[in-house]
Nanobody
Framework: QVQLVESGGGLVQPGGSLRLSCTAS????????VAWYRQAPGKQRELVAS???????NYAAFVKGRFTISGDNANNTVYLQMNSLRPEDTAVYYC??????WGQGTQVTVSS
């Protein structure tokens, strides 16, 4: 059983930045892939970005060029750096490993 804890969410103005963290109870890259998803009210959960244990990253088109996913093995943590935030980025952001384990989510609200 892997426990994932997300942090770093909050309220930010449009154009601002946040960095989300996902910390695992075990070596985060015991998983093959770690991903960030988000779910806005009334919408389905959608993939935002993912990174493999070899460091290969992928991004949804709607965040490409604005968000960066990275891993820190020493701290069992995967980060999601979010820049140029837009109101439509407002959602609960979830961490996932290997499509099996989920964190509890962290709320991101982009509003003036």
């Amino acid at each position: 059983q892997v426990q994932l804890v997300e942090s770093g969410g909050g309220l930010v103005q449009p154009g601002g930045s946040l960095r989300l963290s996902c910390t695992a109870s075990t070596s985060i890259f015991s998983a093959y892939v770690v991903a960030w998803y988000r779910q806005a009210p009334g919408k389905q959960r959608e993939l935002v970005a993912s990174i493999t244990r070899r460091g290969v990253s992928n991004y949804a088109a709607f965040v490409k060029g604005r968000f960066t996913i990275s891993g820190d093995n020493a701290n069992n943590t995967v980060y999601l750096q979010m820049n140029s935030l837009r109101p439509e980025d407002t959602a609960v952001y979830y961490c996932n490993t290997d499509n099996v384990y989920w964190g509890q989510g962290t709320q991101v609200t982009v509003s003036s």
